[in-house]
């Protein structure tokens, strides 16, 4: 299904080119999007989606080990962002939620990286610049207004990059980013929106805030949008690529819809179980995103035992870096929360860090004296 710019149009239909049983669909308007795409670039992808889910595995249980604060799962998303990230350029921008680790990996973060702020070891895990990414938005829809923003200083620089920003259902129903694509239209910025829809925005359906599909909303913006089968990798990098192509040369924004689902806990301090009818997991589950890629590359006689065999060790040396990193981290020392508040250095915070240098001293001044009242006390003893 071609973008569609008619509010009024029907946009029910899901853009599918591998279905649930595995089945390759051709589609005239979007096979030629991943043409391109061979056995290898297949068997490449499922790679990805097998990593990211050990990846999303082992983070939880360090987290229910307490090595980790909290954790989001992406369990059940893995098409969506694997298939969308895969068709960014190295120069595009990503702005994403705190689910977006898929995303991330494909972005080529550290490893221990991902999990620094979840330690509450670091305010940013990473260098944004680094990687083109910018750090985790936990403020809800917040990071679609920075797209944005980046995507019309794109225009003024006269490139052709893109900023690409993802989101959940429900942060379409924050202010920021029904603004977002006000400016993202009024300027024809090369933004896209990509709205993975995993139906439930914590413990609320999406049923209840949207009552038609979300990509309904976009053309009302004059964004054009389109509905995609976000469990569906192929399809995922076929309407991703289309919406890149369409931003690079002059089209402007573009709303992306993935329509998911949240197989685990919204984090892991939820318990999906209260609100969660186990029949609509199982029937999910039953459109797992990794099973129906596998299941084409078996058709296809690409999933053999030696191919199967190498992409598990390669996500299990994954998962054991990734702890290796979590527990060998560092921990930050008291002072390191003034750090890069500012780009330049600030007198009125250098001010601050003084006084709470000297209120830290009374601590150490005050143990001090408590140990040689102790050792006193042995003494006369």
Not at 190 to 209: D, K, R, Y
Request: aromatic fraction near 8%.
């Amino acid at each position: 299904m071609p973008l569609n710019n008619d509010a009024d149009a029907t946009q029910d239909e899901l853009v599918q080119l591998i279905a649930p049983n595995g089945e390759r669909r051709s589609n005239a308007a979007y096979d030629r999007w991943v043409s391109d795409v061979d056995d290898a670039a297949l068997q490449a992808l499922y790679e990805d989606m097998i990593v990211i889910r050990r990846i999303d595995a082992e983070a939880t249980a360090l987290q229910r080990q307490g090595e980790l604060a909290l954790w989001p799962p992406l369990l059940g998303q893995e098409a969506a962002q694997i298939g969308s990230g895969r068709a960014l350029r190295e120069d595009d921008f990503v702005f994403s939620s705190y689910r977006e680790n898929g995303v991330a990996y494909c972005r080529g973060v550290d490893l221990t990286d991902l999990l620094r702020v979840w330690r509450g070891n670091a305010s940013a895990g990473w260098d944004p610049y680094a990687i083109n990414m910018a750090p985790p938005q936990v403020i809800i829809g917040a990071q679609t207004l920075h797209a944005t923003g980046y995507a019309m200083g794109v225009l003024a620089d006269g490139a052709d990059s893109v900023a690409v920003t993802y989101f959940g259902d429900g942060a379409t129903s924050q202010g920021d980013v029904n603004e977002a694509m006000v400016f993202a239209a009024s300027y024809q910025a090369p933004v896209i929106f990509f709205c993975q829809n995993n139906h439930w925005a914590i413990s609320e359906p999406v049923g209840l805030q949207a009552h038609v599909p979300i990509a309904h909303r976009a053309p009302g913006f004059g964004i054009p949008s389109v509905r995609v089968d976000g469990n569906d990798v192929l399809a995922c990098l076929a309407v991703t690529r289309e919406a890149l192509d369409r931003a690079r040369t002059g089209g402007g924004p573009t709303f992306i819809e993935a329509v998911t689902y949240r197989m685990g806990p919204h984090t892991t301090a939820d318990d999906p179980t209260r609100y969660r009818d186990a029949n609509e997991l199982e029937d999910w589950a039953a459109k797992d995103p990794i099973a129906r890629l596998a299941a084409l590359l078996d058709a296809r006689g690409l999933l053999s035992a030696e191919v199967a065999d190498s992409v598990k060790a390669t996500a299990d040396d994954v998962a054991a870096r990734l702890r290796e990193g979590c527990i060998s981290m560092p921990e930050p020392q008291v002072l390191d929360v003034f750090k890069h508040v500012y780009s330049e250095p600030n007198s009125w915070l250098d001010r601050q860090q003084d006084s709470y240098e000297q209120y830290l001293k009374y601590f150490d001044s005050a143990d001090a004296d408590t140990a040689a009242s102790n050792s006193s006390r042995e003494v006369n003893r």
